[in-house]
């Protein structure tokens, strides 16, 4: 089955600084690949995703980019907020069903 | 709409109790599944069902039985409960097409003594 990398494991930034949290997947079929963030406490919730036919996907400050060939993808969140602290993971599933998850980033953002 | 919901919020099992989650969504999805969140392990995929009336194992089956009972219903079945069934229970819910997204339960926190 699909093996899903993701890094780092926790991530602390100043607020405003930029954050990037990198997943790796193993499998060449997988073909959506989503992020979710959870809150503490909270369920997890999507928050941009993006299709193998797609290279860079972005929505506002966050942006996701894709790498097909070295099979990876990558989170990026830019001027960030107290707000954005939260565990964030990566995700890589073929045509939905099956969802392989990445083991979580905990993102700091230090006011 | 409540989307997804789950019950109950909380449960202590001791070792060989059997219990029932329950799930239920009312957005008409097609797709649900069932996951387990552990510390350092993300989110694993127990079962799912693509369709009302199909199940499929996921990464982490064992110990497990899942039954579709509706499209709107997705229960998961502990029979005999054991220690490392201790985690946090994610049942989710989408379409079943693009854009794929699945929305979560509030999650049940079970704890196996």
């Known amino acids: 089955g699909e093996n899903v990398e993701q890094h780092p494991s926790t991530l602390s930034v100043q607020e405003g600084d930029s954050a990037v949290i990198k997943c790796t997947y193993s499998?060449?079929?997988?073909?959506?690949f989503p992020w979710y963030k959870q809150e503490l406490g909270k369920r997890p919730q999507l928050i941009i995703d993006?299709?193998?036919?797609?290279g860079e996907k972005k929505d506002q400050r966050i942006a996701v980019t894709l790498n097909k060939t070295a099979k990876h993808f990558s989170l990026h969140i830019t001027e960030t907020q107290p707000e954005d602290s939260a565990v964030y993971f990566c995700?890589?599933?073929?045509?939905?069903?099956?969802?392989?998850f990445g083991t979580g980033t905990s993102l700091t953002v230090i006011p | 709409n409540a989307g997804v919901t789950q019950t109950p919020k909380f449960q202590v099992l001791k070792t060989g109790q059997s219990m029932t989650l329950q799930c239920a969504q009312d957005m008409n999805h097609n797709s649900m599944y069932w996951y387990r969140q552990d510390p350092g392990m993300g989110l694993r995929l127990i079962y799912y069902?693509?369709?009302?009336?199909?199940?499929d194992k996921g990464e982490v089956p064992n110990g497990y039985n899942v039954s579709r009972l509706n499209k709107r219903e997705f229960s998961l079945r502990l029979e005999s409960a054991a220690p490392s069934q201790t985690s946090v229970y994610f049942c989710a819910s989408e379409t079943g097409g693009f854009p794929y997204e699945q929305y979560f339960g509030p999650g049940t926190r079970l704890t196996v003594t």
């Open positions: 995700a890589a599933s073929w045509t939905g069903n099956q969802f392989y």
């Open positions: 069902s693509a369709s009302e009336g199909t199940t």
């Open positions: 499998d060449s079929a997988s073909n959506y």
């Open positions: 993006i299709r193998s036919n797609v």
